[in-house]
């Protein structure tokens, strides 16, 4: 199965679209898809709030408060929020504001990192390759930082003039931040601390980013900024916008809204995660819904295994009465699955269970 070099249609970019009085019918979801207002019982509630300062201080009780606040968000929710967690909140802001500046340059720059599906680097606003699917009201830019052999100063934009610079310092960073928490999470899985690190190729690891922009929406009741999904990768750092929520995460047959603390980071667990912990961490569905009123801009790092190493459950978390739930399968098989199909709820890694 090889990814097509091109689009099937003609790309439309969504930011062109803004000023129409209705939305196209490209962009209209099926009646069941469609954003709903919040049942109420969901409206109050959001994900877990987490202070990642326990992790390094000396008190080895606080450590272990803050690993089992960890331990509880990835088994109950597999989404959580993260404050004190050693990125500069202003390094935050600038990676955010260069890219909403990239966003707002004129149409002919932007269409000079016009994407493929061959790799999808650079400027894009379609994710999947059906002729004829129902598309999602955004655009984005996505681009590799790891391994070092992917990564391409230009196919990053020239403008603004700082945009580079504060990108290569910002993923540096989550890299960092990334390697923390996945420590976390198999001191908290029963497993060698490296363990996770390792599985994913210890230093020899994937990242890259995918940043998001929503265009304004003139019947945003009708379509989704991006459609249900989880993700395929090892482990998701979002930096939302500050001033617009969006994001909705499954809970239950609910919905919840997630409401951004300042300066944290929103931390989603992967499908790859999903099946190294045979299921004890899952990822949840999750989906952005858009406005008629203001725009959205997000930038969501995505950390990830070697792309040919095999993944599979920990044998250490297989026994008896708890069989493998998952096929060994490399990640590059697994990505190439999803990019061809695009964004389907959890049906992706349901799919691959295990008969039992």
Known sequence: MDCPRDWPEPIVRVQSLTALPA?????????????????????????????????????????????????????????FQVVDHGVSPGLMDQARDVWREFFHLPMEIKQGYANSPKTYEGYGSRLGVQKGAILDWSDYYFL??????LK??????????????????????????????MKAFSINLGLEEEYLQNAFGGEDIGACMRINFYPKCPQPDLTLGLSSHSDPGGLTLLLPDEHVAGLQVRRNNGWITVKPAPHAFI??????????????????????IV???KERTSL???????????????????????????PAMTFDEYRLFIRTRGPQGKSQVDSLKSPR
């Open 23 to 79: 939305i196209p019918d490209r962009y209209i979801k099926p009646p069941q898809d469609r954003p709903a207002t919040d049942t109420p019982e969901l409206t109050n509630i959001n994900i877990p709030l987490i202070n990642l300062s326990g992790l390094y201080a000396g008190d080895s009780g606080l450590r272990a408060t803050t690993l089992a606040q960890i331990s509880e968000a990835c088994r109950e929710w597999g989404f």
């Open 300 to 326: 969501a790092f995505f950390y990830n295994p070697k792309s040919d190493l095999l993944i599979q459950p920990a044998k250490e978390l297989v026994t008896p009465e708890a069989p493998a739930l998952y």
């Open 291 to 293: 406005n008629s009123g």
């Open 144 to 149: 590799h930082y790891l391994p070092g052999t």
């Open 267 to 288: 931390v989603n667990i992967g499908d790859q995660i999903q099946v190294l912990s045979n299921a004890i961490y899952k990822s949840v569905e999750h989906r952005v």
């Open 152 to 181: 391409d100063h230009k196919k990053w934009p020239e403008m603004p003039p700082s945009l580079r610079s504060v990108v290569e310092e910002y993923m540096d960073q989550l890299v960092k931040l990334s390697g923390r928490l």
